[in-house]
């Protein structure tokens, strides 16, 4: 059954193009828009991680030591000197001390301090290049208001004689050997949350006695320690939308990803829908000229006709009105609709 063609049928179909057009370029746009804010969800991580550091305990040690020394013209007839070395023929006895001092902080994961309690364990070990042994001391100690002072002395001759004692036991001649004396400090922490913690300081000092070179030499050591925790907290992160709004990055993936399919396959339908309403005509001389194409059978009594020799110029007078070009299978002809009157080219 033929087809004709009437002017609303024409309006018809170009208000349908127009409409087809716009959905295409509004699914494009919407389409550009959820593609970006998926690539946004993940450049973004979903999660954040805090990182707190909380002081929970210091503890210091000063120390203090002096050597008794022999009168003598090299130390200008002093008998206490505190030089860090000394001449071992002139050292008699090394007078030591420590003040310890600690704080224990409240402002931590581990809640405010109910009780603290302390140790102090001190111990001298001697160190020869063939043997070492450990010997329990007994310093004065001392509390004070911020913490404890240890107080105690090395007797020079009796190292000496206590060294060579080991030495003629196990026959052996110790020339250089090592006293170290260390206080084992503890600080035991009761938190209101029911833990507890301990934290610890070691410090020590040393005396290092070379009888060929005649030389005593003090050192001290171990003298801060400082302790800390480190507390995470995960929370969501969020994505500022338009107009402020503040949405979860898991959630604007899973919605962007939706969106950006849905979107993208309506972008591609419409888009095919669209190119699907143009079609092709082509010159005597073969050279093609795009534009919208209805196929329908005219009745040329209707209209009045104006036959265009050049499909040039027809193409120019179809892009001006911005009509659908009608073309007629039958009698090879293509039409162009304006008003009451039918711009008519003919295929060669």
Do not use: C
């Not at 160190?127 to 002395?153: D, R, Y």
């Not at 004692?165 to 006293?179: G, M, Q, T």
């Amino acid at each position: 059954m033929s087809k004709i063609l009437s002017r609303n049928r024409l309006f018809s179909g170009k208000v349908v193009k127009s409409l087809l057009l716009l959905l295409t370029v509004v699914s494009i746009l919407v389409f550009a828009t959820s593609a970006f804010y998926l690539a946004e969800s993940y450049r973004l991580q979903p999660y954040i991680t805090y990182k707190n550091s909380y002081k929970t305990a210091d503890i210091n040690s000063q120390p203090y030591y002096s050597v008794l020394v022999k009168p003598s013209l090299i130390y200008d007839y002093a008998t206490v000197v505190t030089y860090s070395t000394v001449y071992l023929s002139l050292a008699e006895k090394v007078d030591y001390v420590f003040n310890l001092s600690w704080a224990v902080y409240n402002n931590t994961a581990k809640g405010p301090v109910s009780s603290i309690t302390y140790s102090v364990e001190p111990a001298l070990l001697i160190t020869t290049s063939t043997w070492s042994k450990s010997f329990a001391i007994t310093p004065e100690i001392l509390e004070t208001g911020e913490g404890v002072v240890v107080k105690g002395s090395f007797n020079i001759s009796e190292l000496e004689g206590l060294v060579d004692a080991i030495d003629k036991e196990v026959r052996v001649s110790s020339w250089r050997f090592d006293a170290n004396t260390t206080l084992s400090l503890r600080i035991h922490a009761a938190y209101s949350t029911g833990v507890n913690a301990s934290y610890e300081l070691k410090p020590f000092i040393a005396l290092s006695i070379n009888k060929i070179y005649n030389l005593l030499e003090i050192s001290t050591g171990g003298l801060t320690s400082s302790y800390g925790e480190e507390v995470k907290k995960t929370i969501e992160n969020t994505m500022t939308l338009p107009l402020g709004f503040s949405v979860r990055v898991s959630t604007v993936r899973s919605v962007a990803t939706i969106s950006t399919l849905t979107t993208g396959l309506l972008a591609a339908v419409m888009g095919y829908t669209s190119l699907r309403s143009y079609g092709v005509f082509k010159t005597q001389g073969g050279k093609k000229f795009k534009r919208r194409i209805v196929k329908a059978r005219v009745d040329e009594y209707r209209f009045k006709t104006v036959i265009v020799e050049s499909a040039e110029d027809f193409d120019a007078l179809a892009r001006r009105v911005d009509a659908p070009v009608i073309y007629s299978e039958q009698d090879r002809k293509y039409y162009l609709v304006i008003g009451d009157i039918a711009y008519v080219y003919q295929e060669s």
